[in-house]
């Protein structure tokens, strides 16, 4: 059950118009009967099919690897190990000083005898089923000299050094005022340290690559989130120019970061393709993503507060110790939001890293602040308890009127109207301060609420439009359709610039021949590539106006006195006007085009001028077995102040995904990594345990009216990964409402919750 509050528009400009409204996705038809073409359905004559044989180990050499019986099984084509695999450059430097190498860099596969991680691809078998593949497969002998690898962060805490920069080209550290000082100093405080467990992002659609070479020109069809970092991070892999590769990427069955660089199935269907002279294609299998695809890192960090007994924070102190790969750092921004979030004149956020024998790690769905907000608004709801305030009243005394760190205004900023609506339409006064206040029956009663930030972003891209004789729209960039609904915003930007209906406007994305974006990631999508394609509509009805008001053909020559304007499908000018397809028809029969381009935000004075992030606030009521301590999600209720919302209809789906990923990271998500042999145990959807509709029962979303002209020409901010912030720490601490027990190592499952739940009399 679901209810989403559709904003008003403000500006005149929207009120007639389609950006704003809930339309349905213009591809949903397409999806639901199966004609939209995902990478491993693109059909082309002669594919192979690849099959990746995994290493047996977590760290060591391959001493042989004997493939004679698979060679001999009919139907294989090919069996590519590191003897024979084709030169690949040097894998590109471990640590990532500036953001694009991480994207470009050459990432070679089978070109050397080490195992550097568990399920490392250590061959692939080519044949002409993917099933003789797979068999042939299990028939490769294998012998490993294994050395121990390191798994435990625990345990090595000690050995954490310090990254030149987070992810995204944060500050390791910052350090504002005394934190120490004031921290020891202050009258109520909180200092508690929180543990988050491996995670994995399973999209519904695994990675997958069908490659097809043309002389030396290569096609991949695969399924990416930015198709500029695909082509150039193959390009460099297969040390060819980036020309020479084109990524066609349409339809995207999810991605939440694991689709953002190019992975082994890309690499070695490109490899084996160009071997073999026919199209490759190879799929990561769902228990092959554990190890090839990326992860959230363990993590530990500790929360320190310190308030006065009016609950103004004096010291804020957040530090995070990450596991990351001892080959390739991740460092997760996990601790970046904090220096936005609330008031306190002393300030400290640290990242630190404890390389382990793993893959590397990857951005999954809003990195920092997914595993940064579970701890930190569960530390707030401890302060808040210590004060004996109400959490939503600490929160709002500690409302920042600036940036607290970077000392400038916010573009837009309504945390506390989100917290206050949110207070209202859930009830939170029934909320009882004493934890273990409310019972039905068995079951214990709990609320719980928690902030959520997340910074607003552009990335630079462009955005081409045309429209044809007939008065057809069509508008074409890299940008990708992750199943966030891109293809339907930018429809309605086109049709609202353009005034025609959205069936007169056709957008292609997913092919690098288009010009290029930023791709879908870092929330930045809607408003990178909507911005792009805002200007590209601007920029072509300028022509078309220009046209009007010169051409010897148009009808509308010498109404010079008045702009004209584009309205229901036709162009104005004083009292005269004619239909757009008419007037393209007769002024370019073979129509017009134009193009727009949006800058990165770091690369604006708005950027440096102003704070920008979307806010919201979650609510959550949760159930308590007091016997059991079966813990049930019944209601949540998210708030959100995003700036113009450009769909609620998918807006929502955004914010009610990312809820359900507060769930799973509350309660369920947990990755079992074997300190043993270093493989994740639990590497299947059977076992990795994500919420499902049962345990995803009455979710609100609700949008709060809001247009920020400080964020980009749509006023419009990135809220894609915003449900997610904050959503667990919610859960949790309606959790430790219920019960009084706080469980800070997560996921709160009920053998963490049991022991301390109150003895119920019998
Ligand atoms: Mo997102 S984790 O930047 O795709």
Redesign the pocket.
């Known amino acids: 059950m679901t209810e989403t509050t559709i904003p008003e528009n403000r500006s005149s400009e929207t009120e007639t118009g389609l950006v704003g409204q809930p339309i349905a996705r213009v591809d949903g038809s397409l999806k639901v009967t199966g004609h939209a073409t995902y990478a491993y359905e693109h059909a082309v004559n002669g594919a192979a099919y690849g099959y990746i044989l995994g290493a047996a180990i977590a760290k060591g050499r391959i001493v042989e690897i004997d493939s004679s019986e698979a060679e001999k099984m009919p139907g294989v084509l090919h069996i590519m190990t590191h003897r024979n695999a084709p030169a690949q450059p040097e894998f590109g430097p471990a640590v990532t000083p500036t953001v694009p190498e991480v994207f470009t860099r050459a990432r070679p596969m089978l070109n050397s005898d080490r195992v550097r991680f568990y399920d490392e691809p250590i061959a692939l078998v080519v044949a002409e089923t993917f099933e003789t593949a797979r068999a042939a497969a299990g028939l490769i002998r294998v012998r490993y000299e294994e050395e121990r690898g390191a798994f435990d962060l625990s345990a090595r805490i000690a050995d954490a050094y310090t990254p030149r920069r987070t992810n995204a080209g944060f500050e390791t550290d910052n350090e504002i005022g005394d934190f120490g000082g004031a921290f020891a100093a202050a009258p109520v405080k909180v200092d508690a340290t929180y543990r988050t467990p491996y995670e994995h992002h399973n999209p519904m659609e695994p990675h997958a690559t069908l490659a097809v070479w043309s002389g030396d020109e290569v096609t991949i069809y695969t399924s990416a ?1 930015t198709l500029a970092n695909f082509q150039a991070g193959l390009a460099s892999t297969l040390g060819i120019p980036r020309e020479r590769v084109r990524i066609v990427s349409p339809f995207i069955g999810g ?3 694991s689709k ?1 660089i190019v992975h082994a199935d890309g690499v070695l269907a490109a490899l084996a393709a160009r071997v073999l002279r026919r199209p490759v294609k190879v799929a990561l299998t769902r228990q092959q993503m554990f190890a090839n695809a990326g992860y959230r890192a363990e993590m530990v960090q500790q929360v320190r507060l310190g308030a006065d007994r009016d609950g103004r924070l004096t010291s804020i102190g957040h530090d995070v110790w990450s596991a990351t790969s001892g080959f390739e750092e991740f460092c997760e921004q996990t601790a970046v939001f904090t220096r936005s979030l609330y008031a306190a004149p002393n300030r400290l956020t640290r990242h630190r890293l404890v390389p382990v024998d793993l893959n590397r790690g990857e ?5 920092g602040e997914a595993p940064g907000m579970l701890a930190f608004e569960c530390a707030m709801d401890e302060l808040a308890e210590r004060l004996g305030l109400d959490p939503i009243e600490l929160r709002i005394r500690n409302e920042p009127t600036e940036d607290p760190e970077r000392g400038v205004p916010f573009s837009s900023r309504n945390l506390v109207a989100c917290m206050r609506e949110g207070a209202r339409r859930f009830g939170w006064e029934r909320r009882k301060p004493t934890p273990g206040s409310i019972r039905e029956g068995r079951k214990l009663i709990g609320y719980g609420m928690a902030a959520a930030i997340r910074p607003n972003y552009i990335g630079a891209g462009t955005a081409r439009v045309a429209i044809d004789a007939t008065g057809r729209v069509t508008a074409r960039l890299d940008m990708t359709d992750i199943g966030t609904g891109t293809y339907t915003i930018l429809t309605q930007i086109a049709a609202e610039s353009f005034r025609v209906p959205t069936a007169a406007v056709k957008v292609e994305l997913g092919d690098s021949r288009f010009p290029r974006t930023a791709g ?4 930045w999508g809607a408003a990178s590539a909507g911005s792009a394609l805002h200007h590209a509509c601007n920029a072509l009805k300028e022509r078309i106006m220009e046209a009007a008001r010169s051409s010897d053909r148009s009808p509308l020559r010498g109404a010079n006195d008045v702009a004209p304007i584009f309205v229901g499908g036709e162009i104005r000018v004083g009292g005269r006007s004619v239909g757009l397809a008419d007037f393209i028809g007769r002024i370019a029969p073979d129509g017009m085009e134009a193009i727009g381009t949006v800058a990165a935000a770091r690369d604006t004075e708005s950027y440096r001028a102003y704070s920008q992030h979307s806010y919201g606030a979650h609510f959550a009521e949760v159930t308590v077995d007091s016997d059991t301590g079966e813990i049930r999600t019944r209601r949540m209720l998210s708030v959100i102040g995003a700036g113009r919302i450009l769909n609620p209809k998918t807006a929502r789906s955004q914010i009610l995904g990312g809820m359900t990923w507060g769930i799973g990271a509350a309660l369920m998500e947990e990755t079992v990594l074997d300190p043993r042999y270093g493989h994740f145990v639990n590497h299947d959807l059977a076992e990795y345990h994500v919420p499902v509709n049962g345990d995803v029962a009455d979710m609100e979303v609700v949008f709060l009216e809001e247009y920020d002209d400080k964020a980009n020409p749509l006023g419009a901010k990135g809220l894609g ?1 915003l449900g997610v912030c904050g959503a667990g720490a919610a859960i949790a601490n309606a959790v430790y409402n219920a019960t009084g027990v706080r469980v800070r190592e997560f996921p709160i499952t009920l053998d963490k919750v049991l022991p301390g739940l109150p003895v119920t009399a019998i």
């Open positions: 989130q991605g939440f970061g953002l951005w999954m769905r809003s990195p879908s990631g870092g929330s990964e």
